[in-house]
């Protein structure tokens, strides 16, 4: 999986937490997570049938981006989290404000 891919499945999970304008962040003693959107909401985002993007989740996985947690989720792992906050700050960083507001949003991105 090329760094394009992930930051097209990250970029999609960006856009399905802006139309919800609702964004979950666990704050944990060394790490940052950011919940994503289901693999089946980010494939219909994405135009891809569910099946295809599994395989993506893996290897973002293998690569420390993400974690799964059984019945939880999906959450982005410190490296994740970078990847989706620039996302956030450069695609939809009015949007992010709105929901985070920019006290929080500045300090998100300076941790």
Known sequence: MTRNEIDKILNAAARV?????????????????????TTREL?????IPHYYILPGFSLMEDKKLVTREERVGIWTT?????????????????ETKIILGGNIFTLLTEK
């Open 43 to 47: 494939a219909k985002e994405i135009g």
């Open 78 to 94: 410190n490296g994740g989290t970078e990847i989706l906050l620039s996302i956030l700050g450069t695609e939809f960083s009015e």
């Open 17 to 37: 937490i802006i139309q919800k304008g609702s964004i979950n962040i666990i704050f944990e003693k060394d790490n940052v997570k950011i919940k994503l959107p």
